[in-house]
């Protein structure tokens, strides 16, 4: 018991020390070039998409929460948004935001307000488009769809915690023809996001927005950070199997 | 002056109470005292989780008058749907009522409006996932490339693996679908889950040690 624990607080500590280590290279301005994931450039298309066509562009942050183990989901989506806000502040266009969870909203509305900074008037404007819908998956999942139809959604953009409701709204978008970008961490809502979205975000690329669609420097870090943790522990993995092969250490 | 203040208070709480639940993972599942502080160190984070529901209270509140804001909204601009706001406000405003005068969440007029009416309908409403999945289906079947081909090649054989018939069309199908389950599927489940584990460490660190706050107004 001891040991796993000592172990855990090990790996945070290297997390934390690559983490720190990349944000000041990525500082210094060796920043590395990222492979291009379509979904993230589908989004920066999203906005104009939606004036051209005069129809609305809609981001669900899912049924996840901020203050539980799916609060880094709902940060993800919030990355997303970010964006989004800082696009329509300069357009005067908001997206219309969803949300099932009350805590989110709350986050959501900061992340407009601080992209409209100074000009009260216009973030009151875009606080309107933010809207809670409803804390159960099935109902929130009724209301998305309901706003797909009646707000004339041109493009659709869904990142968070998603469960099993994902499906009716995500073929929602589809059936209507809307544009369409689904990203979710948790391996069973995968398929349903295949299925309907034209580009997807697979796992642990919803939490890539910050670095690709804002080029944040401690995002970009955080990325190279993971990824080292990712070759550190897949060499574990191959050095553990190896060894137990071998006889050296019992399985 | 003042927005900076806000600001590095903010953080200063952020990394804190962020400081203190995490040693308090630890502290758990640590065998004996650390230094004496293993008492202190629960109680506080307990303490910090307990505001968390208080805040959570407050914030449904705020999501609450969102739903009114909305609706109102619709309703006087005679948006599309204005209509379904006038139902949603007044079914809102019953069971409110109905919570307010029949003594709480858990007197039986609040009860029976759970278990009769809501829990029913979201049954119902969850019941269309079949259709949703068969109309999807026919849609992701569609080959266009490589990807969709091994995407159909591997769910048809599964697909086939799962039901009695797939034995009698061919005997190995149900031990080539428990191969796939057991063994490309499992080991493309576990590679995504550590990828997520490791982003959502990543995310936790950065606003652990405030290089990314997403609750202050600041970029």
């Known amino acids: 018991m001891a040991s796993s ?245 019992n399985g | 002056m003042n927005l900076r203040f806000g600001r590095i208070l903010a953080t200063t709480v952020a990394i804190v109470v962020g400081l203190f639940i995490l040693a308090s993972t630890f502290v758990a599942e640590w065998p004996g005292e650390i230094f004496g502080l293993s008492g202190l160190i629960n109680q506080v984070s307990l303490l910090f989780i307990s505001w968390v529901t208080i805040v959570a209270a407050f914030a449904l509140f705020l999501g609450f008058a969102n739903v009114i804001s909305v609706h109102w909204n619709r309703i006087q601009t005679r948006k599309p749907g204005a209509l379904y706001s006038i139902v949603l406000l007044i079914a809102l405003a019953a069971t409110l009522a109905v919570g307010f005068l029949s003594g709480g969440p858990n007197s039986n007029p609040s009860q029976f409006i759970f278990d009769f009416i809501l829990q029913p309908l979201e049954s119902t409403f969850f019941a269309l996932l079949a259709i949703f999945i068969a109309t999807a289906a026919f849609r992701a079947f569609r080959v266009r490339n490589l990807e969709t081909l091994i995407f159909v090649l591997f769910t048809v054989i599964v697909l086939l693996g799962q039901v009695p018939i797939g034995i009698y069309l061919w005997a190995e199908l149900p031990v080539i679908k428990d191969w796939i389950l057991n063994v490309p599927a499992l080991a493309g489940v576990r590679g995504i889950l550590l990828g997520v584990a490791l982003g959502t460490i990543a995310t936790g660190l950065r606003v652990l040690v405030g290089t990314d706050r997403p609750y202050t107004d600041q970029k």
């Open chain 1, 5 to 249: 624990v000592l172990l855990a607080f090990l790996f945070l500590l290297l997390f934390l020390g690559l983490l720190l280590f990349f944000s000041a290279r990525v500082n210094r301005g060796q920043k590395p070039s990222l492979r291009r994931i379509q979904a993230f450039e589908a989004i920066k298309g999203f906005t104009g998409r939606a004036i051209e066509a005069g129809r609305a562009l809609h981001l669900s942050l899912g049924t996840g929460s901020m203050a539980d183990i799916t609060t880094a989901d709902s940060l993800a989506g919030l990355y997303t948004l970010d964006y989004l806000a800082d696009q329509s502040a300069t357009t005067g266009i908001p997206p219309i935001v969803s949300m099932a969870d009350p805590t989110v909203m709350l986050m959501a509305q900061n992340t407009v307000r601080s992209a409209y900074g100074s000009d009260k008037v216009k973030a009151a404007e875009a606080y309107r488009d933010i809207r809670w819908i409803a804390p159960q998956p099935a109902a929130y999942a009724a209301g998305v769809m309901n706003l797909l139809s009646l707000d004339e959604v041109e493009t659709n953009i869904m990142i968070g915690k998603f469960g099993d409701e994902y499906l009716l709204m995500g073929e929602t978008a589809a059936r209507r023809g809307t544009s369409h970008v689904g990203g979710a961490s948790d391996p069973n809502t995968l398929p349903f996001i295949y299925a309907t979205a034209q580009e997807t975000l697979l796992g642990e690329e919803i939490y890539a927005g910050g670095a690709y669609l804002q080029k944040r420097p401690v995002h970009i870090a955080s990325l190279l950070a993971q990824d080292t943790m990712r070759w550190i522990i897949g060499i574990v993995i191959l050095g553990g199997v190896a060894a137990t092969s071998l006889g050296i250490i």
